[in-house]
């Protein structure tokens, strides 16, 4: 069965090249490493909420934008695989040290599908 990793992030808005930089040259690492897809989207339509929202979760301050993601692989443990490759690659270790937002208030997590038409 499919696995996904989401993400949820604040990055400035004057940062948005240098992060779809970042994000192309990760994502073909990670498709190297065993990701079947990876998905990266910049907040277009996100409403401001009473009780939580995008914004609020990842305390995005009022220069950044919202990038919500999400990586694709067929199964848990490509994921796991693909996640120590990640941790163990320099390549990515030194994309991770320039990072152009501040990871602290990244939001991710692993999520098996229930439902995918």
């Known amino acids: 069965m499919k696995y996904v990793d989401g993400f949820v992030a604040a990055v400035p808005a004057e940062k948005k ?13 990670l498709k190297e490493f065993g990701a079947t897809r990876v998905v990266e989207c910049w907040a277009d339509d996100v409403a401001e909420g009473k009780v939580t929202d995008f914004r609020m979760a990842v305390k995005a301050q009022d220069n950044e934008e919202v990038v919500f993601s999400w990586i694709e692989y067929p199964s848990k443990e490509v994921r796991d695989a693909v996640n120590q490759k990640v941790m163990d690659d320099p390549r990515m270790r030194e994309m991770g040290d320039t990072m152009p937002f501040d990871g602290q208030r990244l939001i991710f997590g692993g999520f098996a599908p229930i439902l995918d038409e």
């Open 17 to 29: 090249e240098a992060y779809r930089q970042m994000a192309a040259k990760a994502a073909v690492l």
